[in-house]
Each structure stands twice: as structure tokens, then as C-alpha cells.
């Protein structure tokens, strides 16, 4: 067993400044830091000296660190940073609590929504492709995802605007606190504000449902749940806020992502035009770049990973997006190969808090790829790329996304 040894005294090559998680120019394009690291150090240390993370790059350590929520847990060791939030919970607490609110939120729903979904997917992307293009991240995919999230939720689209605005808040608050930092309070207030604004439309579903005017919504879900005592009142309000701040940035991100990919390769518009399948092409974007590139877990007790000691207590976050690209589980993993077959990708996260809202990110975007075969006729970079700062939940991406379209004559 030996020390991990720190990102800054390991010798990189130089043209490859130290790994650091946090580094803007690194964030936008991590994938040689990721490679270097495999290679080298699997096991690594950054940030404070006094306060280090740990950061873990194999697919294999990855994966068994995610599989094990006894070894890591979710909890920080001060505690939750907003209690009762079902990522951040551990067993024995997790698993009853995620049961429970599938019952309100499952794939289970995918049907009802499916068709809603496929229309929005084509009054977006139809306004987008008679504009010319613009940028496909506020033109397109911003309006499109926050559309779905007001759907399935049962909220309106300005009442999901405010909902984002609290989001980026909040998301910030405890991006910054997983870091150590502590925020302005402004950005508790946000999340007090959002499920404030939840436990209120909760209150008027009920009384909707008791006057005979009940939907079928995931509001109304939370709402029977809570009354009928299954959910306290945080818990269920806190959960339909968590799907916003989990699902919102993510989806949209990967979604631009899928455009970015049909913009500089114009072979995957024809793999997808020839017949392939949208949902395969979603699958290796989420390996080949996925919108989440770490998740964060504690060292419940003093562990190894790869022989590198890691003491109790410290973050460990493990580098789903390095996992991603690790030629021992993919061949040649740099290359975007939608026909790709083998081991299971990392996008979404592995063991018991893999992505809840899977199914839905997978609905929206093979609709959204389906559509853009059927209607597009070329898509290309025409202007601005702006990465992802900060990254709330580790997310990466683009947040702008300069592009040309035009349309596929009948
Ligand atoms: C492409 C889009 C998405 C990506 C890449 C993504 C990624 C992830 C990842 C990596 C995790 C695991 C976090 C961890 O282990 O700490 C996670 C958890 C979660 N995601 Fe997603 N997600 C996406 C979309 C969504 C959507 C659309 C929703 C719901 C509207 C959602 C809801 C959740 C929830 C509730 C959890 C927590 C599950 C738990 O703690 O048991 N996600 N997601």
C-alpha cells in the first residue's frame, strides 16, 4: 500500500500541465489528463493540501468504488449538505426513499409522455431549422429539455424558468460546498425559494385531486405519496426539486453535445439517416462524452484503491468520463462509434444512485436525433463553442453552440 502521490509532482509531460479538476482550460477538454492518468497514476491526489480529493480514472476502479456504498458513501462527513436529498443519502436510508418515489417518478410514465415529448422535440427543433440555426443551446436545446421537465413535473414553462434560475443557484451552492467552499447564502434561499414554490403547487394538486381534477403528473404522484404519508412533506417537495437540479443542466448539455458531434462529423448524420439507431447514438455519447464527468463519494473507513491508501473521510471522486475512455474495457475508445457493443458505459453513474431519470434523458434525446434525421439536411459549426465553467455536479459541455442548419427538401 502506498501513498497516492499529487497530481502537481507527478511527472507529466509538457505539454500537459498537472491535472486539476477545477482548471477551466483543462475542464473544456479533459480527455489527455484522463488518458496520462490511467496510464500512470490511477490513483491520485488534488486540491487543497490540507484538505486533498481524491481522484480515481480506471473503469475498473470506478466501477468498483460505485458498487460498493459501504466503502463509499454519499454523506459528507459533516453531513448532508441539504438533508433528505435522496443523492446525497446512504443505506439503510436510500433504498426505501428511492423505492417509494418511483412509484411518482418511473419509466413506468414513458408511455404517457412519449407523444408529448415527440412534440416538442419538433416545435423546437422546426423553429431552430426555419431560423437558419442560431445557438443550439439557448435556441434549441434550453427550451426543449425545460419543456419535458414542466411536462412530466405538471408545472408551467415560465413556472420552469423560475425553477431553472433557483436551480443554477442552488446547483452552484453545493458544487461550491462538495468543494469546500462555502457560498453566499443567497444560493440556500434559492433552494428554500424552489421548494417553497414545489410544496405549494404539491398543495394545489391535492386540492385539484380532491375536487375530481386530479392529473397524471409527477406533482400529483409526490402529492398522493406525501398525503397518504409514505413522503414527509421535505421529502417529497426536496424531490421534485432534486429532478430539476439533476435532470435539467445534464440532459440539456448531453443534447448539445449530440449536436455538436452531427455538426463536426458529418458521418454520424448519414449513420443516422441510413438507419441507425438513435438510441445506440445517445449510448456512445454518453460514454464518448458525457455531460457528467465525476461523481463525489466519502471514505466511510480508511480503504485502498489500486494499492494507494485512502484514508476515512476523504472525497473521492471517481472520474466517470475517464472510465468512459479506458481502452482496457473499449477498443480504441477515442473514436465515436455508435455501433459499438460491450461493456456498460459510466454516463449515468454505476450501483445505487445510477441516474434515476434515465429513461427520460434516453426518450428525449433519441426523439430529438429521430427528428433531426427525418427533417435535416446539414448541420455545421458556424461561430462560437463555449465550454462549461464551473460545473455544477461536474457536468461538462457547451453552453453555447454556434450552428447552421438547413432543412431536407421532401
Ligand atoms: C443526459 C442526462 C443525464 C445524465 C448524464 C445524468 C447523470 C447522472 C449521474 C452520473 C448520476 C449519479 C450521481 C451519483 O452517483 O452521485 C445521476 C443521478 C440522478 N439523476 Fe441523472 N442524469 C441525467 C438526466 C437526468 C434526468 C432527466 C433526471 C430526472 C428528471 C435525473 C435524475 C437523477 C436523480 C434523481 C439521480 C439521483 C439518484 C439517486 O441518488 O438514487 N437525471 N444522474
Known amino acids: 500500500m502506498t501513498d497516492a502521490p499529487w497530481s502537481h509532482d507527478l511527472p507529466w509531460p ?3 500541465p498537472p491535472f486539476d479538476p477545477f482548471d477551466p482550460a483543462i475542464q473544456a477538454d479533459p480527455y489527455r489528463h484522463y488518458a496520462w492518468l490511467r496510464a500512470h497514476a490511477p490513483v491520485v491526489r488534488a486540491g487543497r493540501a490540507d484538505a ?13 468504488g460505485l458498487k460498493d456504498a459501504t466503502a463509499f458513501v454519499s454523506t459528507p462527513p459533516g453531513g448532508a449538505i441539504i438533508p433528505g436529498l435522496l443523492l446525497m443519502l446512504d443505506p439503510p436510508l436510500h433504498g426505501p426513499m428511492r423505492q417509494t418515489i418511483s412509484r411518482a417518478f418511473s419509466p413506468r410514465a414513458v408511455n404517457a409522455i412519449e407523444d408529448a415529448v415527440r412534440t416538442l422535440v419538433a416545435t423546437h427543433w422546426d423553429r431552430f431549422l426555419a431560423a437558419g440555426g442560431g445557438d443550439a ?7 426543449l429539455t425545460m419543456g419535458v421537465i414542466a411536462t412530466v413535473l405538471g408545472i408551467t414553462i415560465d413556472d420552469a424558468a423560475r425553477m431553472r434560475d433557483w436551480t ?58 406525501r398525503d397518504e404519508g409514505a413522503l414527509t412533506a421535505e421529502e417529497a417537495d426536496g424531490f ?37 439507431s438513435p438510441a ?6 454518453l460514454r464518448h462524452r458525457p455531460s457528467v464527468h465525476r461523481v463525489t463519494r466519502y471514505a466511510a473507513r480508511a480503504t485502498t484503491i489500486a494499492g494507494c491508501a485512502v484514508p476515512s ?38 450501483g445505487m444512485h445510477i441516474c434515476m431519470g434515465s429513461w427520460l434523458a434516453r426518450l428525449e434525446l433519441r426523439l430529438m436525433l429521430a427528428h433531426i434525421a427525418a427533417t435535416t439536411a446539414t448541420i455545421a459549426a458556424n461561430g462560437r463553442r463555449v465550454p462549461v465553467e464551473g460545473g455544477a455536479f461536474a457536468t461538462s459541455g457547451l453552453t453555447r453552440l454556434d450552428l447552421s442548419v438547413t432543412r431536407r427538401s421532401a
Open 52 to 64: 486533498p480529493l481524491y481522484l480515481v480514472s480506471r473503469y475498473d476502479d470506478v466501477l468498483a
Open 137 to 143: 443551446a439557448a435556441g434549441f436545446a434550453t427550451p
Open 168 to 225: 443554477n443557484s442552488a446547483v452552484d451552492f453545493i458544487a461550491t460546498r462538495i468543494r469546500g467552499v462555502v457560498n453566499p447564502d443567497a444560493s440556500v434561499d434559492s433552494y428554500a425559494a424552489m421548494r417553497a414554490f414545489m410544496a405549494d403547487a404539491m398543495d394545489r394538486a391535492a386540492a385539484d385531486r380532491a375536487a375530481g381534477r386530479g392529473r397524471d403528473t409527477v406533482i400529483d404522484a409526490l402529492a398522493a405519496l
Open 14 to 16: 509538457d505539454d500537459l
Open 280 to 285: 445506440a447514438f445517445v449510448d456512445e455519447m
Open 313 to 350: 473521510g476523504a472525497p473521492v471522486r471517481f472520474l466517470i468520463a475517464s472510465a468512459n475512455r479506458d481502452a482496457a474495457r473499449f477498443p480504441d475508445p477515442d473514436r465515436f462509434d455508435p455501433d459499438r457493443r460491450g461493456a456498460p458505459h459510466a454516463g449515468f453513474g454505476f
Open 240 to 276: 421534485a426539486c432534486l429532478l430539476f437540479m439533476a435532470g435539467h443542466e445534464t440532459t440539456t448539455l448531453l443534447s448539445v453535445n449530440c449536436l455538436d458531434q452531427l455538426a463536426r462529423d458529418p458521418a454520424a448524420l448519414w449513420w443516422l439517416r441510413a438507419g441507425g
